[in-house]
């Protein structure tokens, strides 16, 4: 059963003139067709550093539903090549760590929490190869709810560790 659906469109580069320093901008078309949430619209922006980890910031402004903002900071690290699947496909492994916060708006939307707060702590293992010229990457995930209060409202149930499964594609043009 797949309770959400992610549709991007992003464009990232290196920041002329500054090396080393990239910016990613996009657009997220969230999609929820196994709970009540009704779909949504977010613009993002973010930095990353290519330095040890990988440290990286992103801005999501959700400019449909909940009218408001999510911010996570992150680190990561990608081994290019973990095996391989046939001498041209090779598997990389990106992990990655990121810690969310939320508006008043955004936690409304999402928890019924008239706050802004801490949202999650999360940590990610994707598994990227090419096929056809489309990049896949199947990931396992953990969150955990890194406020009380958003634990408190049950909106989506009593964990507050949850593990998760997905799978992404991409396609550069």
């Not at 464009?11 to 997220?28: K, Q, R, T, W």
């Not at 078309?29 to 009540?36: E, L, R, V």
């Not at 008043?104 to 706050?115: H, M």
């Amino acid at each position: 059963e797949f309770t959400e659906i992610d549709y991007y469109v992003d464009y990232s580069a290196d920041v002329p003139g500054i090396e080393g320093l990239g910016f990613s901008v996009g657009l997220i078309y969230y999609d929820f067709p196994g709970n009540t949430l009704a779909r949504t619209t977010e613009l993002y922006w973010g930095l990353s550093l290519d330095a040890p980890l990988s440290p990286s910031v992103t801005f999501n402004h959700d400019i449909d539903e909940a009218d408001g903002l999510y911010v996570s900071v992150g680190i990561g690290h990608c081994i290019e090549k973990l095996f391989e699947l046939n001498p041209e496909t090779p598997v990389a492994m990106d992990l990655g760590a990121s810690y969310g916060w939320g508006d008043r708006s955004y936690n409304q939307y999402y928890w019924g929490l008239s706050d802004s707060s801490a949202n999650d702590l999360t940590f990610s293992a994707a598994f990227g190869f090419e096929v056809g010229g489309w990049t896949v990457n199947p990931s396992i995930n953990y969150v955990a709810l890194a406020s009380s209060d958003i634990n408190k409202t049950n909106a989506y149930g009593t964990d507050d560790h949850l593990f998760f499964v997905g799978i992404g594609s991409a396609k550069d043009f």
